[in-house]
């Protein structure tokens, strides 16, 4: 049982475009809400993350809109370049969980078309 | 330079075989862990290590070993290699707090023939 999806799996924008990643999870214990972006041959790297106390984050073109009600997040990419083109993948860790152990969703590989 | 050092890059293995992955972190970390990277699965946690002890432990075969001889090393030893452990795994390290960044290594794509 997938406890974090994403959708869509794969998504293409142009250049300039704003892309939409969504992602969904199942348990009410999770209140930290971090997005990876992961080049290829390479290992995921924090990109935005936000806590469950908000329902916003802005860091520069990245945007998390977070919906605790819907247990819903998306991730909004402003003016989408090129060199954004990445997977993308949403993760989540429940209140007092030991460590750092993460659950992420499967990703969504995003391209941008110049 | 890196800061997560994981060895080798690729490696080939045949079934039955046995492996060790290698991963040293200069970030100055008192946590450490193992995630695993398949085709078409979400990124799945394996072990976490915290001052060298083991804190978590999500893998159901003990095929799969992690070993820590120093704070910063956190190796992964895989006996009887199967076709299906063929994947990218991935070292990672962190402060060891809740909702801190996770910094991973640029991983280990293993292939069992």
């Known amino acids: 049982q997938q406890q974090v999806r994403q959708s869509p799996q794969s998504l293409t924008v142009w250049e300039g475009e704003t892309a939409i990643l969504n992602c969904s999870y199942e348990?009410?214990?999770?209140?930290?809400f971090p997005w990876y972006q992961q080049f290829p041959g390479e290992g995921p790297a924090l990109l935005i993350s936000i806590l469950s106390v908000s329902d916003k984050k802005e860091d520069g073109r990245f945007t998390i809109f977070f919906n605790k009600r819907e247990k819903k997040l998306s991730l909004h990419i402003a003016d989408s370049q090129p060199g954004d083109s990445a997977t993308y993948f949403c993760a989540a860790q429940g209140y007092g969980s030991s460590g750092n152990k993460l659950i992420f969703g499967i990703g969504t590989l995003l391209s941008v078309k110049p | 330079d890196p800061k997560i050092i994981q060895k080798p890059k690729y490696l080939v293995a045949v079934t039955g075989s046995e492996k060790i992955l290698i991963c040293e972190q200069y970030l100055g970390h008192n946590a450490m862990y193992w995630y695993r990277q398949s085709a078409k699965k979400p990124l799945e946690f394996m072990f976490s290590?915290?001052?060298?002890?083991?804190?978590d432990n999500q893998t159901a075969s003990s095929r799969f070993q992690p070993q820590s001889s120093k704070k910063n090393h956190l190796d992964l030893q895989i006996t009887a290699l199967k076709p299906d452990d063929s994947a990218t795994y991935f070292c990672?390290?962190?402060?060891?707090?809740?909702?801190?960044?996770?910094?991973f290594g640029s991983g280990t794509r293993l292939t069992v023939l």
């Open positions: 348990n009410s214990a999770f209140d930290y």
């Open positions: 290590y915290s001052y060298q002890k083991l804190m």
């Open positions: 990672a390290s962190s402060q060891g707090g809740a909702a801190e960044t996770l910094y």
